[in-house]
C-alpha cells in the first residue's frame, strides 16, 4: 500500500464522537489531503526539503519567509533594508522567485506579471504556517507557473480543534517591534471552528530611511464532517515600506558610510547638510481562499478551491531634477528667458490588480496505485498607471494626480496534469507526470517610457499566446529500511514575465522567447534513529533561459534576458545528527556551476561575444552549518553560512561581482511554567554573531569610455550584529 493509504483509511473510519484522537486525526487527514497533488512525499523521486510547525516557530521573530529558509542546500537569502524585514528575497540555486513557483495551500502566489513574490505583502506570515516544503530542480506539477530553480509550498495552520489564545510580542535592533495575537475557538456545535491572528510589525531599517510599518491578520474557519471539510482562509495585510531597492552604489559607500540611501534625495543646504523626502511604498493585498476537500471512500478524495487576490497600491517618491518630457510635459521658458527641461517632481506609480481562479484536483489511491488529475483556472487583471502628484515651479496647471501613464494588462491561465505513482513492489516505485498548460497575455496602453519618434509616451499593445506540455518521471528504490535512491527527468517551459517586455532588456532588442529546461535528478538518502543523510546530483539544461542582466528598473526590480544555451549543475548534501538526546548537528553544503555557453552583451555599444561564461548571481559554494542543545526547558543554537562569490552580470568580470562571505547567528529560547499559562517562551536571536560587513545582492552596469571600460557597481548592505527578543503566552 502506498504510503498515506493506511492513515486515510483509518481516518474514514473513526467517527465515534467520543474519541477525541480519532476526530483529530480525521481533520487533519482531511486538510493535509487538500494538498496531496502537490506536496512531495517520502516515494516522490524529487529533491525536497521539509520545515514544520516547531521548526518554524523557533527562528520566526518576525523576519520574512526567505530568512527562515537560508540552511536549506543551495539557498540564499538577501533584505532590502538589511534586517530581513520588508523587501526580501530568496534564491535557490541561483534562481530567484520569477522562476520558484510558490503556493499557499495549492493556490499560486507569484505575482501573475512579474512572476516575482513580494513578502513585504504579507508581514508575519510565518506565525500561520503548518509546514514549509521547498523542492528543488522543477518538481511536481501543480496549479501555478512553472518552476525553473524550484517550488516553495507552503500550508496553513492546521484548524484547531480546542479553545486557544497565543500573545507574541518582541523587539530589537534599528526600531524593530512586533506584536501578535492568536485566537482559536475551538470545536463550536462540533462542526466549526474559527481561528485568527492580528499582527503589527514595525522597524526603522539598517539602511537609512528604510522604514517598515505593517498590519497582518490571518482568518480561518472551516466546517467539518466524518468526510468532509470546508475551510474559507483569508490573510494579507498593508504595508508602508521606505524604499531602499536602488541600493548603494560601492563608491557612494566609501565616502557615505553603509547606511547610505541615495532614494528621495532634494537637495544640500548652506551647511552642507542633505535633505531627503521620505520615498514609500504602499500596498494592501488581501488573499480570499475557499477549500472544500471531501473523501468519497478511503480510495477517492476530491480538492475544489475557488481563490481571489485584489492588490492595489503604489509607489511615493521625489525625483529630483528630472526630465519634463519623461513625464509627458513640455519644456518651458523662465522669467530670465531661459529654458527649463527639468524640474523636481514627486510622482506615484499605481497599480490596481485582481487575480481569482478555481482549481479542481481528484486524487484515488487503490493497493498499489495513487493517481491524481487535476485542472486548474486563473485569470488576472492588472491596472498600472502613474500619476504627477507635484512640479517645482512649472508654469501651467498641473491638476492633482494628473495620469501620464497608463495600461491595463490581462492574463488566462489554464492547465490540466495528470501524475502516477505506481509501487511495483515493495522496494520500487514509478513516477509519471504530465502537464498541459496555455496562457493568454495582452497588455495595451502607454508605459512609463517616453517615445522621442512619437513625442509621447510609448505605447504598447502586446498579445502572445503560449501552449505548453511538460512531461516527468522518475523511479524511487527503497534497498533497506534506512537506505534509498531516486532518479528522475522532467521537462519545464515558462512563458517571459513583463518586464521583459515592457523593458526591452533582450541583447541587441530581441524578442522576448518562452524558456525551455530539461531537469536531470540523481539523489541517495540514509535515515536510522540518530542520523539522517541527503545526497543530490542534478543537471539543468536550459534553452532560451531568462536570467539577470545585472540591471535594474526603475523600481528596482532584477532586468532579464534570454541566453541561447545554458546549464546548472551541482551537488547539493545535508545531514543530521543526533549523537545524545540535548545535542542536534545539522548542515548542508551545495558545489555547483552554472554557465551560459556562448553569451552576446551589447554594453559598449557594440556586440561582444563570451564563451562558456558564469551565469550571474549564482555562487559555486553555499554551505550551512547547526548546532543545536537542549537542556530541559533551555534550548540554544549556532548557526552559520557561507556563499561564495556571485558575479553581478553575465561576463564574468571581476570587477563586478561580491565578494563571498560567512555569516553566524546565536538562538536561545527558555520556556517557563506559570500560574494559568499553558506555555510562557523567552527567545533571544543574534544576527550577524560576528558583525560581518558584507552585502548579499547587487546590480551593475558597464560601458566603455575612451577606449577604457567602466563599471558601475551596486550594493544592499546587510546589518551588523543585531538581535531581536521576543516572548510569546499560550493560554
Known sequence: ?????????????????????????????????????VRADKRTPMAYSNLGKKEIGKENLGRDIPFLLQSLPSVVFSSDAGTGIGYTSLRVRGVDATGINIMVNGIPLNDSESQAVFWVNMPDFASSLQELQLQRGVGTSSNGAAAFGASLNMRTDQIGLKPYATVSAGAGSFGTRRASIKVGTGRLGGRWTIDTRLSRVESAGYVDRASVDQYAYFLQASYATETTMLRYVTFGGKQITGIAW???????????????????????????????????????????????????????????????????????EFKASSSLKKYALKNYVDASGKQIKRADIIRRKYLDNDFYGVNAMLNWQQRDWQLSAGLSGNYYKGLHYGERRWISKYPEVIYPESRYYDNLAHKTDLSSFVKANWQLSEQLNLFADLQLRHIAYDVQGTLDKYSDATKGMRAIDLKKDFLFLNPKAGVYYQFTPQHHAFAS???????????????????????PKAEHLIDYELGYGY?????????GLYYMSYRDQLVANG?????????????????RMGLELSASYRPTKWLRLDGALALSQSRIKDYHNFSTGEEVKYSNTPIGYSPEIVSSAAASLVFGSFEAGLTSQFVGKQYLDNTGSEARKLPA?????????????????????????????????YSSNGWTYFY????????HVGLYPQAGINFLLGTSLSF
Not at 523600481?555 to 534570454?562: A, F, I, R, S, T
Not at 566603455?704 to 563599471?711: F, I, P
Open 489 to 511: 527527468v522532467a521537462v519545464a517551459q515558462r512563458e517571459p514575465g513583463r518586464k521583459i517586455y515592457t523593458e526591452g532588456s533582450n541583447a541587441g532588442g530581441a524578442e
Open 551 to 567: 540591471k535594474i528598473s526603475d523600481v528596482g526590480e532584477p532586468l532579464l534576458e534570454n541566453v541561447d544555451h545554458s546549464y
Open 704 to 711: 566603455v569610455d575612451g577606449g577604457k571600460e567602466v563599471s
Open 527 to 535: 535515515r536510522s534513529h540518530r542520523l539522517s543523510l541527503s545526497a
Open 246 to 316: 536602488h541600493g548603494i552604489e560601492a563608491s557612494d559607500e566609501k565616502s557615505y558610510g553603509r547606511t547610505y540611501n541615495p532614494a528621495g534625495y532634494m537637495y544640500t543646504d548652506a551647511a552642507g547638510k542633505a535633505h531627503y523626502y521620505h520615498d514609500t511604498d504602499n500596498y494592501s493585498q488581501p488573499h480570499h481562499q475557499l477549500i472544500l476537500t471531501h473523501s468519497f471512500s478511503p480510495r477517492l478524495t476530491l480538492n475544489l478551491t475557488a481563490h481571489y487576490t485584489a492588490g492595489f497600491g503604489y509607489t511615493d
Open 661 to 693: 562571505y560567512h555569516v553566524a547567528g546565536l538562538r536561545m529560547s527558555y520556556d517557563l511554567s506559570l500560574p494559568g499559562v499553558k506555555r510562557m517562551n523567552l527567545s533571544l536571536q543574534v544576527n550577524n554573531l560576528f558583525d560581518a560587513k
Open 1 to 37: 500500500m502506498l504510503a498515506g493509504g493506511s492513515l486515510l483509511s483509518v481516518a474514514a473510519q473513526s467517527t465515534a464522537p467520543k474519541s477525541s484522537e480519532a476526530d483529530s486525526l480525521r481533520v487533519t487527514t482531511l486538510q493535509e489531503l487538500s494538498v496531496v497533488g
